[in-house]
C-alpha cells in the first residue's frame, strides 16, 4: 500500500511538472554555476573522461536502468525476512526520504546535465541506445525534471544504512560501495549533478532523525515476562 501511494505520488508530481521545462532548464544552468562557484568537480570533466571508454560507460548505463529497483527489493525482503522490526525501521526511512524527494521534485524541477547539450553534455544512454527514458513504460512514468534529490543515490544510501546497521562483520561496510558506485554512475551519464547526491544523503539524514527505529517485539515481550516473574 505505501509503495502504491507512492507510486501514485510519483504519478501525480509527473503530471504537475510536465509543463516546467523551461524553468528546469533554468534551474539546471543555476546549479551548474553554483556548484562551480563551489569548487565542486566538474561533472563535464568526469564524463569526458569516461567517454573515452565505451564499455565502461555501457556498463554505467546498465547499472542506472537495472540495479536501482532489483538490488533495493532483494535488500527489503532480505531484511523484512532476517528482522521484522529492522524493516519496519527502514521502510518507514525509504518512505519519508521518497516522500520529501518528490516534494522537492515538485517545488524545485531540476533538468539533469544530459540535457545541457550546450555545455558539452552527452547523454550516455541516448548514444548508446540503452535509454530508460526514450520509449516504454519508462518513458510513460518517468519525470526527466525531478533530477532534485536523485532517488537512485538517496536508495543506495538506505541499503547501505540498513545492511551497516543489521550485520556485525568488517565486511559489511562494503555495503557504502553502493552507493559510491550509483553516485558516479548518475553524474557520469550525466543523469544527475553533485548537488543531487548531496541532497540525497541530507533527506536521508533528516529522515533518520525524525524516524525513530521501531520497538522490537521480542524485547517486548521479554521485558513483560520479567515483570510478571518479579511480580
Keep these: 500500500m505505501l509503495v502504491a501511494a507512492l507510486f501514485v505520488a510519483y504519478k501525480l508530481a509527473r503530471g504537475i511538472t510536465a509543463g516546467d521545462a523551461q524553468v528546469a532548464m533554468v534551474h539546471a544552468y543555476d546549479v551548474w554555476h553554483v556548484e562551480r562557484w563551489l ?19 555501457k556498463a554505467a548505463n546498465g547499472y ?5 529497483f532489483p538490488a533495493t527489493t532483494i535488500f527489503l525482503v532480505w531484511l523484512y525476512r532476517r528482522d521484522h522490526a529492522a524493516y519496519v525501521h527502514v521502510r518507514n526511512v525509504m518512505v519519508a526520504l521518497t516522500a520529501s524527494g518528490l516534494a522537492l521534485h515538485i517545488l524545485l524541477p531540476l533538468a539533469p546535465p ?3 547539450g550546450s555545455l558539452g553534455f552527452v547523454d550516455t544512454g541516448a548514444l548508446y541506445g540503452q535509454s530508460v527514458y526514450d520509449s516504454g513504460a519508462g518513458a510513460a512514468i518517468s519525470n ?7 532517488l537512485h ?5 538506505v541499503v547501505a544504512y540498513g545492511i551497516i546497521t543489521q550485520l556485525d562483520s568488517p565486511w559489511r561496510w562494503l555495503a557504502l560501495l553502493h552507493p559510491a558506485v550509483t553516485t558516479w554512475v548518475v553524474v557520469a551519464t550525466a543523469n544527475h549533478f553533485w548537488v543531487d547526491a548531496i541532497a540525497a544523503g541530507v533527506l536521508l539524514a533528516l529522515a533518520l532523525a525524525v524516524v525513530r527505529p521501531s520497538q522490537r517485539p521480542e524485547v517486548a515481550g521479554s521485558v513483560g515476562e520479567a515483570r510478571v516473574l518479579a511480580g
Design 39 to 57: 569548487r565542486l568537480p566538474d561533472e563535464l570533466n568526469l564524463q569526458q573522461a569516461f567517454l573515452h571508454w565505451p564499455h565502461l560507460i
Design 144 to 150: 526527466q525534471f525531478a533530477a532534485l534529490p536523485s
Design 64 to 68: 542506472y536502468a537495472w540495479v536501482h
Design 114 to 116: 544530459r540535457m545541457l
Design 153 to 157: 543515490v538517496g536508495w543506495a544510501l
